[in-house]
């Protein structure tokens, strides 16, 4: 019998945030966590608990799950009388795409319905007009519990039927955010080498990041279109460019691990006659 609007599945940080954000809209909310420490403050803040994941599953047409990784994903959907009968199931749990497509036919073998999400965002930075969080799964589920996933983000982005889509695009999401840190942090060695404030160079950082976006958003297109004539920037400049950051590295004494890499990639493309073509055409060199 179903005695709230929606179960959350996953009281970590991120599950916590969801909710606490589902119940200061309104909803009546269930939970289920592995540690009944956890369970045990929700219940204090106004949530209902379910002894199981069947009773969770049962309680409420929503169930959204938001655990640690693919193998507790495949451990709560394999939990005896766990089922949805006409519920909805939203993932949104970082897992891989070979988990969403799993949880999309466990959601079908169970007569139910199924999203996976993707969010790109911190707990503190959940609920406000521009979350981040991509969504995919059937387009008719896509509308109906859009509402409720507007609870969680406004800054939603649906992405089609395959419900891998949302983990594969967070996958390459994942890939800009980490060449950026690892980046990021070469920069500061060079700012540090220097006696240059760091602080600083992360807030310039920041003011550059708006421009930068917008780039990387055109030379995205570049690429979808396939054609590489110069629109922006020539790829010979990055060439030079990176090989002037491997030079600098070497010259102080500092880590060449990340310039080596980059400055070999956009060498490896001049080489290959991509020298006056646009930026992106770096990818005929990495597919």
């Known amino acids: 019998m179903q005695?709230?609007?929606v179960t959350v599945v996953g009281l970590g940080a991120m599950g916590v945030t969801i909710a606490g954000l589902f119940r200061a809209n309104g909803m009546r909310v269930t939970v289920w966590n592995r540690s009944a420490t956890r369970v045990a403050e929700e219940v204090a803040r106004g949530a209902l608990a379910a002894p199981d994941v069947a009773s969770a599953f049962a309680a409420s047409p929503v169930i959204v799950m938001c655990v640690?990784?693919?193998d507790a994903v495949d451990t709560i959907l394999a939990a005896?009388?766990?089922t949805l009968a006409g519920r909805t199931l939203i993932q949104l749990t970082t897992i891989s795409p070979e988990s969403a497509r799993r949880g999309a036919r466990w959601a079908r073998e169970h007569d139910g319905h199924f999203l996976a999400g993707a969010i790109q965002a911190a707990p503190s930075q959940m609920g406000?007009?521009?979350t981040p969080v991509l969504v995919s799964g059937d387009r008719a589920t896509w509308d109906a519990q859009r509402a409720l996933l507007e609870t969680?983000?406004?800054g939603l982005v649906?992405?089609?039927?395959d419900p891998a889509a949302a983990a594969t695009m967070d996958l390459a999401?994942?890939?800009w955010v980490y060449g950026a840190m690892i980046g990021f942090v070469h920069g500061a060695t060079i700012a540090q080498k220097e006696g240059l404030d760091v602080a600083t160079y992360g807030r310039i950082v920041r003011d550059i990041g708006p421009s930068f976006g917008a780039?990387?958003?055109?030379?995205?297109?570049?690429?979808q279109s396939g054609d590489f004539t110069v629109s922006e920037s020539p790829l010979r400049i990055s060439v030079d460019a990176t090989a002037r950051l491997l030079e600098t590295a070497r010259a102080s004494g500092l880590s060449t691990e990340f310039p080596a890499l980059a400055a070999g990639i956009f060498a490896r493309a001049a080489r290959a006659g991509l020298a006056d073509r646009e930026a992106a055409a770096i990818i005929e060199v990495m597919r």
Do not use: C, K, R, W
Request: charged residues 15%; negative net charge; aromatic residues 10%.
């Open 128 to 130: 406000h007009p521009d």
């Open 173 to 175: 999401t994942l890939s």
């Open 152 to 154: 969680l983000a406004g």
């Open 3 to 5: 005695t709230s609007d």
């Open 68 to 70: 640690s990784n693919d």
């Open 215 to 223: 780039f990387f958003q055109h030379e995205g297109a570049v690429i």
């Open 80 to 82: 005896p009388g766990a």
């Open 158 to 161: 649906y992405l089609g039927d």
